[in-house]
T-cell receptor, first 112, second 113 residues
Framework: GQQLNQSPQSMFIQEGEDVSMNCTSS?????WLWYKQDPGEGPVLLIA?????ELTSNGRLTAQFGITRKDSFLNISASIPSDVGIYFC????????????FGQGTELSVKP | DAGVTQSPTHLIKTRGQHVTLRCSPI?????VSWYQQVLGQGPQFIFQ???????GRGNFPDRFSARQFPNYSSELNVNALLLGDSALYLC????????????FGQGTRLTVV
């Protein structure tokens, strides 16, 4: 099925470091969302972006809606061990109802 | 407030059998969507229902069907199970027809043997 291109696929970082990940698409989206998924759990919504160029923060997390509407970025500052998990981007188009298209995920590992 | 609840949490079925998965959305949410997540991949859209009507269908065979009840809970049915149907099945609820903020349940882990 259709998916977004998310990179990197995995990251191994030291506690306290900053993290950046991104998501690109060949088509535009009206909304970008970022989720975190822990093992055995469902994805948890972190940030939702609604307008091209929008920059939104949620604590140590900051995400941006690319001006081309074909990409989005998520940054995590001063990582901590509980940031470990898989981060997914998701895009949505109004003409496709509530359907979300997900990336393949970025697996984040944090060394204390 | 209760989040999205799914049942059962784990299930083992044999090839060829039928399975029914259940989902209760967040109170006040009228839209329910189903996703399939195989290991190592992002969730794939299966269905969306809003006010008991199907609003969208993903690229899945007709063996997959769903429905939404008057209390907005939902069932996902899969017939003639294949080994490849083994996955985490996620239910998400949104307050509006077109979301977009979807809140997910913990999922049902289906294993087909």
């Amino acid at each position: 099925g259709q998916q977004l291109n998310q990179s990197p696929q995995s990251m191994f970082i030291q506690e306290g470091e900053d993290v950046s990940m991104n998501c690109t698409s060949s088509s535009i989206f009206n909304t970008w969302l970022w989720y975190k998924q822990d093992p055995g759990e469902g994805p948890v919504l972190l940030i939702a972006l609604y307008k091209a160029g929008e920059l939104t923060s949620n604590g140590r997390l900051t995400a941006q809606f690319g001006i081309t509407r074909k990409d989005s970025f998520l940054n995590i500052s001063a990582s901590i061990p509980s940031d470990v998990g898989i981060y997914f981007c998701a895009g949505q188009n109004y003409n496709q109802g509530g359907k979300l298209i997900f990336g393949q995920g970025t697996e984040l590992s944090v060394k204390p | 407030d209760a989040g999205v609840t799914q049942s059962p949490t784990h299930l083992i079925k044999t090839r060829g059998q039928h399975v029914t998965l259940r989902c209760s959305p967040i109170s006040g949410h009228k839209s329910v969507s189903w996703y399939q997540q195989v290991l190592g991949q992002g969730p794939q859209f299966i269905f969306q229902y809003y006010e008991k009507e199907e609003r969208g269908r993903g690229n899945f065979p007709d063996r997959f069907s769903a429905r939404q009840f008057p209390n907005y809970s939902s069932e996902l049915n899969v017939n003639a199970l294949l080994l490849g149907d083994s996955a985490l099945y996620l239910c998400a609820s949104t307050p509006r027809d077109r979301g977009p903020e979807a809140f997910f349940g913990q999922g049902t882990r289906l294993t087909v043997v």
